[in-house]
């Protein structure tokens, strides 16, 4: 069993990524890939300790990208994971600080949309909590702190969700762009829980055609929000269109608590072997 997307407190996790290959190493998996939103520091800071531990480990990331000619604002969203960089890729890392800025005037906006709504919610309390990668769980563990809402799920469902009323679109990358950069970085591309494009069908399959088109390698089959359906429809798609498949819990800790390491939300068992072939789209 092996886990290839999941997130640590570089990002919105609540492990630490040493934590993360602690948990990883007593869970017994085979392999372990770090894919924190937006920045290489979790995976960065994992590889010591995952050397230590004797943990075949993978350092990846997850690029929140935007697809603006989307009408469905709930739709827009398209999250790329990239994996098996070439070092040391330090024109992708300054572009990763550049997304930081983008990322901080949107959550200067999501703050005071929550000030307008009464509630005593500030960019410096979320940013407290984010410290490395700000974004909506954050401004949420504050909201469940200062007692506004009871959890996670109640926080999007009532003020962060797409459309919901303190909810502000951030000025993301196109898909497009994501994938050229973590090509250029050495990387694969790999589309992340494609059932979240909110399309189905024809229309599913074309969104997918371009991003086949602007490079994309891999897609992942295994995830928690894909049930046996999705994911052989997802099998079937990569077999089509020859991309890698990939799998993980997207574990996120104490934010999403019925997504385990490794298992995820149903149990599912991704196969090392699949690692394999997403080294061999990687070009490596
Ligand atoms: P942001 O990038 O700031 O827009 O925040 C998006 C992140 O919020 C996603 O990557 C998820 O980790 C998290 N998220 C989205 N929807 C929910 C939800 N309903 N419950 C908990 N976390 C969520
Ligand atoms: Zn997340
Ligand atoms: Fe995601
Ligand atoms: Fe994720």
């Known amino acids: ?30 392999a372990l890939a770090i894919t924190d939103h937006d920045t290489l520091q979790g995976s960065d800071e994992a590889v010591t300790a995952a050397a230590a531990a004797g943990l075949r480990f ?67 309390e979320a940013e407290a909590e984010g410290r490395n990668i700000t974004g909506r769980p954050h401004f949420a563990s504050v909201l469940i702190r200062k007692g506004y809402v009871r959890s996670y799920a109640e926080a999007f469902r009532t003020l962060l969700g797409e459309l919901c009323p303190a909810y502000v679109e951030r000025a993301d990358p196109t898909p497009r762009e994501g994938i050229a950069r973590i090509r250029q970085a050495g990387g694969v591309a790999v589309l992340a829980h ?30 928690s929000d894909h049930d046996e359906r999705s994911r052989s429809r997802y099998a079937q798609l990569a077999e089509k269109y020859g991309l890698a498949v990939t799998g993980g819990s997207d574990y996120h800790g104490a934010h999403k608590p019925d997504v385990l390491l490794g298992r995820g939300r149903r149990g599912q068992r991704p196969p090392l072997a699949l690692l394999d072939g997403l080294r061999r789209a990687a070009g490596h």
């Open 194 to 223: 494609a059932v979240r494009l909110n399309k189905a069908g024809a229309e599913e399959e074309a969104v997918l055609r371009g991003f086949v088109d602007a490079g994309l390698g891999g897609i992942e089959v295994y995830h």
């Open 1 to 30: 069993m092996i886990d290839l997307h999941t997130h640590s407190t570089a990002s919105d996790g609540t492990d630490s990524p040493s934590e993360l290959v602690a948990r990883a190493a007593s869970l017994g998996l085979e």
């Open 58 to 124: 993978v350092q990846g990331l997850e690029l929140s990208t935007r697809r603006t000619e989307e009408p469905d604002p709930a739709a827009r969203s398209v999250h790329v994971l990239g994996y098996f960089f070439r070092p040391p890729e330090p024109g992708f890392r300054a572009w990763l600080d550049s997304l930081k800025e983008r990322r901080r005037s949107r959550n200067h906006a999501m703050a005071e949309r929550l000030q307008a709504l009464g509630m005593a919610v500030s960019l410096e």
